[in-house]
Nanobody
């Protein structure tokens, strides 16, 4: 079955960095674009970054452009999110899913990983 396992979240000070990982299994990872989403209580889940199958096409939300970098390793079925210059407003639970502009595995969200940016 499809599994998406996010990790790497932590408490970090403003201006700090984190690298999130998402290990995928149960589907043909190298055939799917992958994306990172985030959600805060009471708000809709928002798309943060997306990467195409080859990695050549990448899209970022305006709020993270220039600070976050999405990448993938198709040999490890893993997608990454490098987050630099973190701000308190980046605090959220971060999730990954298949797809470029909308999630394709909507029945298979992982548990997410908590990122908290605070001094």
């Amino acid at each position: 079955q499809v599994q998406l396992v996010e990790s790497g979240g932590d408490l970090v000070q403003p201006g700090g960095s984190l690298r999130l990982s998402c290990a995928a299994s149960g589907f043909s990872f190298s055939s799917y674009a992958m994306s990172w989403y985030r959600q805060t209580p009471g708000k809709e889940r928002e798309l943060v970054a997306a990467i195409s199958v080859s990695g050549r096409n990448i899209n970022y939300a305006g709020s993270v452009k220039g600070r976050f970098t999405i990448s993938r390793d198709n040999t490890k079925n893993t997608v990454y999110l490098q987050m630099n210059s973190l701000k308190p407003e980046d605090t959220a639970v971060y999730y990954c899913n298949a797809g470029f502009s909308s999630p394709l595995k909507t029945d298979n969200w992982g548990q997410g990983t908590q990122v908290t940016v605070a001094s």
